[in-house]
């Protein structure tokens, strides 16, 4: 089993930055893909970027987000600037066994419980 814990998340202006982590426990995340992904109210869950050997972003975030991790600390991370009120939603963390990043919500096995991100026009 993996256990994924969000935090980062705030209220913080259009133009603003946050930083959100994933902390994993349970198993070594080098054997597994991670990813982000977001939920805004009336809306389907949606990708955001994953990584494994490489990384992959949705269109709506490539060059204003980044994704990256840190092994030892077995943790995920997701670097956004320039945030836009678009980008208000809840942000998941999620999980897979194996390498191959995978953009759809079904393709995940272990997800964490989520942290609001809010952008204020």
């Known amino acids: 089993q993996v256990q994924l814990v969000e935090s980062g998340g705030g209220l913080v202006q259009a133009g603003g930055s946050l930083r959100l982590s994933c902390a994993a426990s349970g198993r070594t995340f080098s054997n597994y893909a991670m990813a982000w992904f977001r939920q805004a109210p009336g809306k389907e869950r949606e990708f955001v970027a994953a990584?494994?050997?490489?990384?992959t972003y949705a269109d709506s975030v490539k060059g204003r987000f980044t994704i990256s991790g840190d092994i030892a600390k077995n943790t995920v991370y997701l670097q956004m600037n320039s945030l836009k009120p678009e980008d208000t939603a809840v942000y998941y963390c999620?999980?897979?066994?194996?390498?191959?990043?995978?953009?759809?919500?079904?393709?995940?096995?272990?997800w964490g419980q989520g942290t609001q991100v809010t952008v204020s026009s």
């Open positions: 990584i494994s050997s490489g990384t």
């Open positions: 999620a999980a897979k066994y194996g390498p191959t990043r995978v953009v759809v919500s079904t393709g995940y096995n272990y």
